[in-house]
């Protein structure tokens, strides 16, 4: 029988539709009848491309003895946390507190008023490990509710209040400073893999919004050894297999310290994140290796990721089908020495094994390796190597694909409009510009829509039903203002003011703190309110970054004062926790710098605006534009005379302003020094 996920939009839930579970999607239907039964609520969170989601769900949710067990005794809801961030994040930081990690599968037991009292994650089918089965602990909690009813209220009592008391009361005291960023980045420093790039050690994530920190540092301050360990993390990714060397884009993270297996599903985020750092990286040393990155990453998305609707799909799996016909992970990037024979023949297969890095034992499961650079092929013929990439591209492309997440998220969609615009203006790509602004648009005309609030997730050009969260409106608003610095389209700029506006009326608290959720959303038992960047900028940083660039833009003191009051969490936590408030690092450079506000009177793609563009002053905003309507487009441009009836640039910082030059040299080297003022 299909259940209630019948009815869903989202791909996760419809991968459920069809368990013997009875399956509600969240709803308050669904605790009613949780208290019309006097059951708990299970509630079971993942997300399309989560591989363990796949595994517990085969293993228990389509196995029927298992199914019968949990409608008997309980009522059971299935969440996208892509679709529900602010439901994930919730009960994530329960499962946490309670446990000292979490994850996905995320399983928890609930009252019929959403208080949490039994936690987990991944649950497999017999006891192993110490890990409890998933029915050892459905009987469990099922004993618990009919046996000892009083502890079970008790223990979530306990826990809402222990919730209720993290609340971030501010942001902080005042902005953050030099000694501040000092302070972050020699706590980076100090958690750099000197040897294999990147921070930590296994697993390893991509680190975009520490190296784009660490870019706009080197940019302010000149700091050498912050410019290394972002040129050196960027190559050691590029040259590993957490980079898909055949088609391009990145995988979610690597499980070992030397990104050298990965897991390999890819997600929207991450690649728009990393396209933006390569091509920021590219524009602060001019290396060609991420110049190919950005192009190739750019690609990727574009290819394999873009919707019918000119939006962008949320990730691919790990998982596709082998030779054998067996669903496992990573089947379609992995390549054994014969599977190079069978392609290239004798000579091309050991040249490729050797530069790539395949092996005869492998490097991944069953003598199978991911494709790497190991860079101990000595010099290397370019013709031969792109010859052979097409060949092995064109027969990976006969392999069953992995399946696709294709629900678009208005969050991500904004992080890949971004990414998008600036690298198709950095290397002369205008087709990628367009492909921002088609999303873009998809954005306002299904995302916006009647309604005037940004909807979460849309599917096949429908809007879904959940709100936005301050991610959604932070990322849009960012990814609107780079489209509006690269097209000179002055909409965008309005655009981005329209959600910022609501952002200050609805997602903002007291002494500058900001919330996950809009003041009007539904209340969970918990309002969520999380400052740290972990695999995407948080809301909160997402929000300031954007509003300092607006401000930068229009001159307005409210949205000025929102972005320095959302800063103040920057200067708690930067020194603390640098890693994980990447993001707000990088927003804090901007606002060190000024940000310096770039009005160039002249032609959109001209000479003047490419280098405008082109500065590496962190967080610069550019306002292009020609003729006596270019003021009304961006007010940068208002009372900004040609001189000599040459195209003008005009670079100002906190309400001084710089002499206006018509000399492409000087602007750069405006852009390029330390601010002065």
């Known amino acids: 029988m299909a259940n209630r996920l019948a009815q869903t939009s989202s791909p996760y839930l419809l991968q459920h539709a069809d368990n013997p579970v009875d399956w509600w999607p969240w709803s308050p239907e669904a605790f009613e009848e949780a208290r019309r039964r006097d059951v708990p609520v299970l509630l079971s969170v993942g997300y399309a491309s989560c591989h363990w989601c796949h595994v517990m769900a085969h ?52 009252t019929a008023d959403g208080e949490p009292f039994y936690f987990g994650t991944y649950f497999p089918p017999e006891a192993r490990h110490g890990s409890p089965s998933f029915r050892q602990v459905l009987e469990g909690v099922a004993a618990a509710w009919k046996d000892r009813r009083d502890e079970v ?62 870019l706009r540092h080197y940019a302010r301050t000149g700091s050498e050894g912050a410019l290394q360990m972002a040129a050196d993390t960027c190559a050691a990714m590029a040259r590993g297999g957490i980079y898909d060397q055949l088609g ?73 089908e082998d030779a054998d016909g067996r669903h496992v992970e990573g089947a379609y990037y992995v390549w054994t020495p014969a599977q190079l024979r069978e392609v290239l023949g004798e000579d091309d297969a050991a040249f490729a094994a050797a ?52 629900k678009v998220v208005a969050a991500w969609n904004g992080l890949a409009v971004a990414a998008l615009a600036e690298t198709g203006a950095y290397f002369d790509r205008p087709d990628l510009v367009e492909r921002a602004t088609e999303a873009a648009d998809l954005l306002v005309r ?30 849009v608003a960012e990814g609107f203002l780079a489209l509006a610095a690269v097209t000179g ?96 690092l990088a927003v804090a450079e901007a606002l060190l710098d000024g940000p310096r506000e770039v009005a160039v009177a002249g032609p959109v793609g001209g000479e003047l605006h490419r280098t405008a563009l082109l500065g590496r002053a962190p967080g610069a905003v550019v306002a292009a534009g020609e003729g006596p309507g270019a003021g009304a487009e961006f007010p940068l441009l208002v009372d900004r005379p040609l001189v000599g009836g040459q195209p003008t640039a005009y670079v100002c910082r906190h309400f001084v302003c710089s002499a206006p030059t018509t000399n492409a040299g000087e602007l750069a080297a405006a852009l390029a020094g330390p601010a002065g003022g």
């Open 355 to 406: 530069y790539y890095g395949v092996t005869e034992d492998g490097t991944f499961e069953e003598g199978a390796s991911v494709l790497r650079l190991p860079g101990d092929a000595g010099p290397v013929d370019a013709d031969r190597v792109a010859d052979v990439r097409a060949r092995l591209l064109a027969a990976r492309e006969q392999r069953p694909r992995p399946g696709r997440d294709d």
């Open 489 to 584: 389209e002055g909409a965008w700029l309005e655009f981005a003011g329209f959600l910022l506006d609501i952002v200050l009326e609805q997602f903002t608290g007291e002494g500058g703190q900001l919330y996950d959720t809009a003041h009007d959303a539904e209340q969970l038992i918990r309002r969520p309110q999380d400052p740290t960047d972990s695999a995407t900028p948080s809301g909160w940083t997402a929000a300031a970054g954007a509003l300092l660039s607006y401000a930068a833009y229009t001159g307005s003191e409210p949205h000025r004062t929102a972005a320095e009051g959302a800063l103040g969490v920057v200067k708690a936590l930067g020194a603390r926790v640098p890693r994980f408030v990447g993001w707000g």
């Open 59 to 110: 293993e228990s949710f389509e196995d029927d003895a298992t199914a019968a067990y949990m409608n008997e005794h309980f009522v059971s809801v299935k969440v996208d946390r892509e679709e529900r961030p602010d439901v994930d994040a919730v009960y994530m930081e329960a499962v946490q507190a309670a446990t000292g990690h979490g994850g996905w599968p995320m399983t928890v037991f609930l």
């Open 248 to 320: 391009g884009g990145f995988a979610r993270y690597s499980v070992d310290r030397e990104w050298i297996v990965p897991h390999f599903e890819k997600m929207l985020y991450d690649n728009a994140l990393l396209c933006r750092v390569y091509a920021h990286l590219w524009r602060a040393t001019g290396s060609d290796e991420a110049r190919r990155i950005a192009l190739e990453t750019a690609d990727f998305m574009v290819r394999e990721l873009r919707t019918a609707e000119g939006g962008f799909a949320s990730a691919l799996d790990a998982d596709s």
């Open 446 to 475: 299904v995302h916006l829509g009647e309604v005037a609030r940004l909807t979460r997730t849309s599917k096949d050009g429908r809007a879904g039903d959940n709100a936005g969260v301050l991610e959604d409106y932070g990322d």
């Open 153 to 214: 209220a008790e223990v979530a009592g306990r826990i809402v209040a222990d919730l209720a008391g993290r609340s971030l009361v501010h942001g902080g005291d005042g902005v953050p400073g030099e000694s501040e960023v000092a302070q972050a980045l020699l706590g980076l420093t100090r958690e750099y893999d000197e040897q294999h790039g990147g921070f930590g050690g296994a697993p390893k994530f991509p680190p975009s919004m520490a190296v784009e920190f660490l």
